[in-house]
């Protein structure tokens, strides 16, 4: 069975700096997708990156993109530049192509002024 | 403006009296899905629909019923709620033709069950 591993509960950025989540999967499936959502106190789920397996180039969205080692089963999310709105909580997912979603426990964001 | 909206946003009720959650998408979408938030656990899905009536169970089916009889339409039934289906419950939808394609949320419902 597939799982997404966050490893990170919570964490703290200041502002304009640099921060990196970390997620892991576990599949023996070959093609699949990877995404990042940012939930903010608002309780909405907004997409903020998504991956396909079988693209070797990683995501790039603006100020955020990802570092994807297939090999590794690795799908960190790279926030450059961070903001006040960053703040949030973040899940990966993973799904294969029946459209079933693993959502990983999350991470808790918090970008500090 | 394309939306996933979902009703009621709140319920408190009682363990064991039938309640429905409606979930509505006006984007013509093919896939929907159920999922349910608690703290520590991320999202776990419930069950999805890939079409008018087709629909799979996902990660924790038990105790939720659902229906897919129009397109745009996926309510969650739970037949006879009990304490431990108290959870935040989202449902979403996208587009099948592209296995890529993100899904777009609703805002959520919050279900207490006492």
């Known amino acids: 069975a597939q799982t997404v591993t966050q490893s990170q509960p919570e964490m703290s950025v200041q502002e304009a700096e640099t921060v990196t989540l970390s997620c892991t999967y576990d599949?023996?499936?070959?093609?699949?997708?990877l995404f990042w959502y940012k939930q903010p106190p608002s309780r909405q789920m907004i997409l903020v990156i998504r991956?396909?397996?079988?693209?070797?180039q990683n995501a790039t969205e603006n100020r955020f993109s990802v570092n994807f080692q297939k090999a590794a089963k690795s799908f960190s999310l790279k926030i450059s530049d961070s903001q006040l709105g960053d703040t949030a909580m973040y899940f990966c997912?993973?799904?294969?192509?029946?459209?079933?979603?693993?959502f990983g426990t999350g991470t808790r964001l918090k970008v500090l002024a | 403006e394309a939306q996933v909206t979902q009703n009621p946003r709140y319920l408190i009720t009682v363990t064991g009296k039938k309640l429905t959650v409606t979930c509505s998408q006006n984007?013509?979408?093919?896939?929907m899905s159920w999922y349910r938030q608690d703290p520590g656990l991320g999202l776990r899905q419930i069950y999805y629909?890939?079409?008018?009536?087709?629909?799979d169970k996902g990660d924790v089916p038990e105790g939720y019923k659902v229906s897919r009889k129009e397109k745009r339409n996926f309510p969650l039934i739970l037949e006879s709620p009990s304490p431990n289906q108290t959870s935040l419950y989202f449902c979403?939808?996208?587009?099948?033709?592209?296995?890529?394609?993100?899904?777009?949320f609703g805002d959520g419902t919050r279900l207490s069950i006492l």
């Open positions: 979403a939808s996208s587009h099948s033709l592209y296995s890529n394609q993100p899904q777009h």
């Open positions: 599949t023996s499936e070959s093609n699949y997708y």
């Open positions: 991956q396909e397996a079988y693209k070797q």
């Open positions: 997912a993973f799904m294969k192509g029946t459209y079933k979603y693993i």
């Open positions: 984007m013509n979408h093919e896939y």
């Open positions: 629909s890939m079409n008018v009536e087709v629909t």
